[in-house]
Nanobody, 121 residues
Framework: QVQLVESGGGLVQPGGSLRLSCAVS????????MSWYRQAPGKEREMVAA???????NYADSVKGRFTISRDNAKNTVYLQMNSLKPDDTALYYC???????????????WGQGTQVTVSS
């Protein structure tokens, strides 16, 4: 069974910071591509940041220079450090894993349940 559990969301003022965490189990974490997505009300889900094996990262233009994705393979956890937050960053943030499921070695794509980030004064 693959599980992704996000945490760290909340209410923050514009200009503030939050760090999201996503604890992952059931996949070979060290070889997974880990990503963060977000979905605001009435909008499509969009990719925010991706950590690609080998130290490569990819960011949406709207968050470049403000958000940083990182991972701790020893803890099977991926993080999203969000700085200089704006009201437009308000959304439900999801963690996604793409990689090998441990139980049967199949390649799978799995999502967490999401954590709400609200940026407001």
């Amino acid at each position: 069974q693959v599980q992704l559990v996000e945490s760290g969301g909340g209410l923050v003022q514009p200009g503030g910071s939050l760090r999201l965490s996503c604890a992952v189990s059931g996949v070979t974490f060290s070889t997974c591509v880990m990503s963060w997505y977000r979905q605001a009300p009435g909008k499509e889900r969009e990719m925010v940041a991706a950590d690609i094996i080998g130290g490569r990262t990819n960011y949406a233009d709207s968050v470049k220079g403000r958000f940083t994705i990182s991972r701790d393979n020893a803890k099977n956890t991926v993080y999203l450090q969000m700085n200089s937050l704006k009201p437009d960053d308000t959304a439900l943030y999801y963690c996604k894993a793409f990689g090998q499921r441990m139980i049967d070695s199949k390649i799978v794509s799995a999502w967490g349940q999401g954590t709400q980030v609200t940026v407001s004064s």
